[in-house]
């Protein structure tokens, strides 16, 4: 257990319906970053936040997704009008030395 | 950007050998690589990194080894236990892009009894 929390670990979503994911980073951790990984490929970037503030979206990121950081806390991660493409395993990961993050254990999306 | 490739898609080891993992980055400007390790069901667990600037580093029964030359480093796990059968990541990333994780696309490591 790295301590970084996600919750969902598991969602099963209509096609059409909105989704919220959260991560809960570990506490000391100023850094948090989402990633999307899908079977059998590596994690892909998708955005990530130093504190509260967002600092960078991928070009994956479409409009429908949208991620906040309130508090400089805990994350969450909501895409809107979900489709089929979205199903994948959605990672969070925080850090303290940049580098060095330290991943959740996922929140596994399946759209159907 | 930065392409991040393993060599193969797969490894079967016997348990008690070594095992070697194999990786290839396209970036010369990465700073750090990272070995993350990910069993069925749960997120990448980090093993070990390396900076740019180092040729090797040691860990425990891990070894990472890096060649700026040709743009490769290798995963090596000494004798290997069934706790190490995992898909394995390596990932470049590189302070001139707040260290963004670009990984590769695994190699899955099953250890033989």
């Known amino acids: 257990d790295t301590g970084v929390s996600q919750d969902p670990r598991h969602k099963i979503t209509k096609r059409g319906q909105n989704v919220t994911f959260r991560c809960d980073p570990i506490?000391?951790?100023?850094?948090l970053y989402w990633y999307r990984q899908t079977l059998g490929q590596g994690p892909e970037f998708l955005t990530y936040?130093?504190?509260?503030?967002?600092?960078?979206k991928s070009r994956l990121l479409s409009d429908r997704f949208s991620a906040e950081r309130p508090k400089g806390s805990f994350s969450t991660l909501e895409i809107q009008r979900t489709e089929q493409g979205d199903s994948a395993m959605y990672l969070c990961a925080s850090s303290l030395v940049a580098y060095e993050q330290y991943f959740g254990p996922g929140t596994r999306l399946t759209v159907t | 950007g930065e392409s991040v490739g393993l060599h193969l898609p797969t490894l079967s080891v016997q348990e008690g050998d070594n095992s070697i993992i194999n990786c290839a980055y396209s970036?010369?400007?990465?700073?750090?690589f990272i070995w993350y390790k990910q069993e069925s069901g749960k997120g990448p667990q980090f093993i070990i990194d390396i900076r740019s600037n180092m040729d090797k580093r040691q860990g425990q029964r891990v070894t990472v080894l890096l060649n700026k030359t040709v743009k490769h480093l290798s995963l090596q796990i000494a004798a290997t236990q069934p706790g190490d059968s995992a898909v394995y990541f390596c990932?470049?990333?590189?302070?001139?892009?707040?260290?963004?994780?670009?990984f590769g696309a695994g190699t899955t490591v099953t250890v033989r009894a």
């Open positions: 970036n010369s400007a990465s700073d750090y």
């Open positions: 506490s000391e951790h100023n850094r």
């Open positions: 936040f130093q504190n509260e503030a967002q600092l960078e």
């Open positions: 990932a470049a990333t590189q302070r001139s892009n707040d260290y963004k994780l670009s």
